[in-house]
């Protein structure tokens, strides 16, 4: 349903396309489909077999290449301008992107939350649920919805 959601997101927002890893990425179902309200069917969606030669090859036609990651290297999405044909690179939301994505990246952006500052303290101090876990990441679809708005409109 991640998939279906993105796509959704994507459409509405206005996104030209949207580009999937054709292996380790949900298939177009048609549950994927019914997710989408129907964003799949008038969405061009495009299936990478390599994602990293899809990328570098993406760059060297003129496209910058955005990943979204929580790290010390990465900005706010509020901070980025867009200046041409951008791509936002999504991981999925065990392990994120991968590293070798990370590195085509021209920028790595992050969502800016009141409670992140707050998790990361907890981590920090060892407070949180079992064994000190806390809340600091969104669901793929709602953290690329979010990210979507904010390069679009700023």
């Given at each position: 349903q991640n998939l279906g959601a993105l796509l959704r997101s994507a459409y509405?927002?206005?996104?030209?396309?949207?580009?999937?890893?054709?292996?380790?990425?949900?298939?177009?179902?048609a549950a994927v489909s019914k997710?989408?309200?129907g964003a799949m069917e008038e969405l061009p969606v495009h299936a990478a077999t390599?994602?990293?030669?899809?990328?570098?090859?993406?760059?060297d036609n003129g496209w910058k290449v955005v990943?979204?990651?929580?790290?010390?290297?990465?900005?706010?999405?509020?901070?980025?301008?867009?200046?041409?044909?951008?791509?936002?690179?999504?991981g999925n939301e065990g392990?994120?992107?991968?590293?070798?994505?990370?590195?085509?990246?021209?920028?790595?952006?992050?969502?800016?939350?009141?409670?992140?500052?707050?998790?990361?303290?907890n981590r920090h101090q060892g407070v949180g649920g079992d064994g000190g876990e806390v809340l600091d990441s969104l669901n793929v679809s709602v953290a690329g919805g979010i990210l979507l708005h904010r390069l679009l409109f700023g």
């Open positions: 509405f927002l206005g996104c030209g396309g949207v580009v999937v890893c054709s292996k380790n990425s949900a298939s177009l179902s997710a989408s309200a390599q994602l990293m030669k899809f990328l570098q090859a993406s760059k990943g979204a990651a929580m790290s010390d290297d990465s900005v706010k999405a509020g901070d980025v301008t867009l200046d041409g044909p951008t791509l936002l690179v999504m392990t994120g992107l991968r590293t070798l994505v990370l590195r085509l990246c021209d920028t790595v952006v992050q969502i800016e939350g009141g409670n992140v500052h707050r998790a990361e303290q």
